[in-house]
């Protein structure tokens, strides 16, 4: 029977970081992966997406490249193109990512895995293990009157399988998977409808961003159906529960992720961390939550930045304003528009919001292009209880993005 230090089940961001950190400490590391070393954000989730995300929006703004002066005439796209080259974006950073583990000497066993009291089955062989981890990861959710048939409905996963764009799609959802389809199709000229049971699209965000995507999703001809669900599908045709038939070509159903099957089917007395764990389903979350678990790096569960890509970015921390009580706490709202980087890039839409009490930033929300980088300065300075007297005596370069934080204080 081999033993080692640490044995973990399941090759994803939070599996894999484990892994480093633990041959940094030197420890032996088995790691066990069923298919591919990556998880979902690699291989199904966010590389993928923001890879065919990339196309879409170049296509987008070559579409008003006159504008620009820039003169593309007979503009069209091969999607078969897109989807080989984001087939090769993952396999090269998965290639990359296989052989840091290997340099760094963790054992990789491509295997389905269980963990059994201090071991690991897999195969017909046993693994002894001072300390498992479970990363599991997590796999799409549907119900029960709304089953994945791989056809006709679909979740992100057959998205991103698609050779050939449909020509209407409905997406059931408007998390962060749902609005960048969403974005995606209508970038492609595909006539996109967006269903949410929520009274607002992107419902974990702050009320205003809400209403701002909404009304980007309007300037792109997406329709949106809000406080509305999905009674039933039935011979290709969606039935909302206001009524209105839908007759796609296809249906996205993006309603979240749920825990793996394999994992929510048996107790278990291991570490879970990641998507497994059922907490915040998203990469950075898991890759802290496995520094901190072997590093021992310490990290405020409270202060993990959103971000839902497309242009404009979408990026919040913290407290959203409906969160908070009236008159306690103060806003800025500054314009895109306002910076002048915006005018020079063309892309003047959006906002950037800062909620304050007692002198410090309490939430951050915007909508921008680099909002996913603006939100992480903003991130710094909270977790570091820097105010915003502090904040000020900061040098922002101009002409940026970045410089709309800085005008964003000031009208604290």
């Known amino acids: 029977m081999e033993k080692y230090d640490l044995g973990i089940i399941g090759g994803g961001p939070a599996g894999y970081t484990a892994a480093f950190q633990a041959r940094k400490k030197g420890l032996s590391v088995i790691l066990f992966e069923k298919d591919k070393v990556g998880g979902v954000c690699l291989n199904k989730g966010c590389i993928p997406t923001k890879t065919i995300l990339h196309s879409a929006e170049l296509y987008e703004e070559m579409k008003s490249a006159s504008e620009l002066g820039i003169l593309a005439e007979n503009l069209s796209f091969d999607y078969e193109k ?16 296989e052989l840091a583990l290997k340099n760094t000497g963790v054992v ?46 679909l979740n992100s996963d057959d998205i991103l399988s698609l050779r050939k764009l449909p020509k209407s799609i409905v997406i059931i959802g408007s998390g962060a998977i749902g609005i960048e389809w969403a974005r995606i199709f ?17 419902p974990l965000a702050d009320i205003e961003v809400s209403k701002r995507v909404e009304r980007i999703f309007k300037t792109k001809k ?17 039935v909302l529960k206001s009524g209105e038939v839908l007759t796609p070509e ?16 048996r107790q278990f007395d291991e570490t879970c961390i990641g998507d497994a764990c059922g907490k915040i389903q998203l ?8 520094a901190k678990e072997i590093g021992n790096i310490e990290f405020d569960e409270t202060l993990v930045p959103s971000v839902v890509y497309g242009c404009p970015e979408i990026a919040w921390i913290g407290k959203r304003e409906q969160d908070l009580d009236e008159g306690s706490y103060k806003k800025s709202n500054l314009l895109i528009s306002a910076l002048g980087k915006s005018h020079c890039d063309n892309c003047t839409e959006g906002f950037i919001k800062i909620l304050s009490q007692n002198g410090k930033i309490v939430g951050a929300h915007i909508v921008s292009k680099e909002a996913s980088a603006l939100i992480q300065q903003i991130t710094i300075a909270m977790q570091n209880n820097i105010a915003i007297d502090e904040l000020k005596k900061v040098c922002f370069a101009h002409p940026t993005y970045s410089e709309g934080i800085y005008e964003s204080i000031n009208l604290i």
């Open 186 to 202: 209508a970038a492609f000229d595909v006539e996109v409808a967006v269903v949410e049971a929520c009274e607002h699209l992107l």
């Open 283 to 290: 990469a950075h979350f898991a890759i802290k939550q496995a």
């Open 250 to 265: 296809c249906v996205l159903l993006a309603v979240g992720r749920k825990p793996s099957e394999e994992l929510l089917a």
């Open 82 to 97: 897109i989807v080989e080259r984001k087939d090769k974006v993952v396999e090269r950073l998965r290639k990359g990512l």
């Open 108 to 153: 990789v066993i491509n295997e389905a895995a269980k963990a059994d009291g201090k071991n690991i089955l897999a195969g017909n062989k046993i693994y002894e293990c001072d300390k498992i981890i479970i990363a599991t990861g997590s796999e799409p959710k549907d119900f029960p009157n709304l089953r994945f048939d791989h056809e006709f409905i």
């Open 222 to 238: 997406i329709k949106i159906y809000l406080s509305n669900t999905v009674e039933k599908i039935e011979n290709k045709s969606v």
